[in-house]
């Protein structure tokens, strides 16, 4: 298939630039997958479109304030953005190697000195990789700052992680241009695994009261992990979307999740996938049959029409940008027409789009 297949012309002032006040109160288009009959209704509905024995499977990875501004040691400005922890079986405990995107791409070569904060945070390029992204050893400064001279020794600074939460800034999807007054609302409620360098954006939308009214509903709930990466904003650029190469992201899938997909399959009941990601994790450990293992890895899963989906029957999922691989996976689970329709619908109907816009459920 080709690339401008999936494209669809939207207006601007339609990319949703804030959160909306109160998460539940955004818009959701239900769509049936099969005939692609739409249903204006509004997420907080949610509940009563769902069936007793229902099992929602949702992301609970947590983003990291990926963000971090910073010099070099020649005093130009740094900026990266951390994407995922490098794999490493011997690691002090106070480094910690990351594979990242920088700015000024040019400066910021193999051997590069970084700082950060006031030298609570150092760092240096160890490699390149061949897309351009770079691996990056930071260490947390227990030593004098590195801008300070004289004075009291600095008490100890904590692990990386604590760093990042003091010193780090949330990494915002490039076409979002207004700044973010509260963080938490580029988390899902239910966020509990650090590591995501962008949100899983179909549960921003849950509220604690909204999952208890799931629950009343006699609806189950689970999770896995999905790490999402920035890869997922990463254009297509090959016409054929065949030749795409899919980026790498770290999933797991617990036990318990896996006995509840497994049991309500068994049984005849829905299970219904939360974000792109949940969907991913998914299908990439279902056999054939649909039955699914309790797993930790990579998936490097590709969905675009044509895929025989194994274990999900429903998806609650954002509007996605044209010729992504998140609208690809979305046709591949109802159909290219059935989509772009929905689509049109919505944007005459002025949904708001990606990130912090409304949802679909399709079923």
């Keep these: ?69 910073g010099t070099r040691e020649s005093g130009g400005a740094a900026e990266i953005v951390l994407l995922r922890e490098a794999q490493s079986s011997v690691k002090p405990p106070s480094a910690t190697t990351w594979l990242c995107l920088v700015r000024p791409g040019r400066k910021i070569r193999t051997g590069t000195k970084l700082f950060f904060g006031n030298g609570e945070l150092t760092a240096v390029i160890t490699g390149e990789t061949e897309g351009g992204n770079r691996l990056i050893k930071f260490s947390v400064n227990s030593e004098a700052p590195h801008a300070a001279s004289g004075g009291p020794a600095p008490e100890p600074r904590g692990s990386f992680l604590e760093i990042l939460e003091k010193l780090g ?50 609806a189950e709930v689970c999770f896995i992990t999905l790490h999402v990466g920035l890869g997922t904003f990463r254009p297509v650029k090959a016409d054929e979307i065949e030749r795409h190469d899919m980026h790498a992201e770290y999933f797991i899938i617990p036990g318990e999740t896996a006995e509840k997909v497994n049991s309500a399959r068994a049984n005849g009941r829905r299970v219904i996938a939360v974000g792109t990601t949940s969907c991913r994790a998914l299908e990439s450990c279902a056999d054939e049959a649909g039955i699914i293992t ?70």
């Design 294 to 363: 309790p797993y930790s890895g990579f998936t490097e899963i590709f969905i675009y029409p044509g895929y025989k989906f194994k274990c999900i029957d429903g998806l609650i999922t954002n509007f996605h940008l044209p010729e992504s691989t998140l609208i690809m996976l979305v046709s591949a689970f109802s159909s290219l027409e059935n989509v772009l329709n929905a689509y049109r619908a919505a944007i005459d109907e002025r949904y708001r789009f990606f990130s912090f816009g409304d949802a679909m459920l399709i079923v």
């Design 169 to 218: 800034k949330m990494p915002l999807p490039p076409y979002i241009h207004e700044e973010l007054e509260d963080s938490e609302r580029y988390q899902t409620v239910y966020s509990r695994v650090t590591g995501s360098a962008a949100a899983p954006t179909a549960g921003l939308h849950f509220t604690d009261e909204l999952l208890c009214g799931v629950k009343a509903r006699g």
């Design 1 to 69: 298939m080709k690339k401008s297949d999936f494209f669809y012309d939207l207006p601007q002032e339609l990319i949703a630039q804030t959160p909306i006040e109160r998460r539940e109160l955004s818009r959701l288009l239900c769509m049936d997958r099969t005939s692609g009959r739409l249903e204006h209704r509004q997420f907080f509905e949610l509940p009563e479109l769902l069936r007793e024995g229902d099992v929602l499977v949702l992301n609970d990875s947590r983003v990291m304030p990926a963000r971090l501004l």
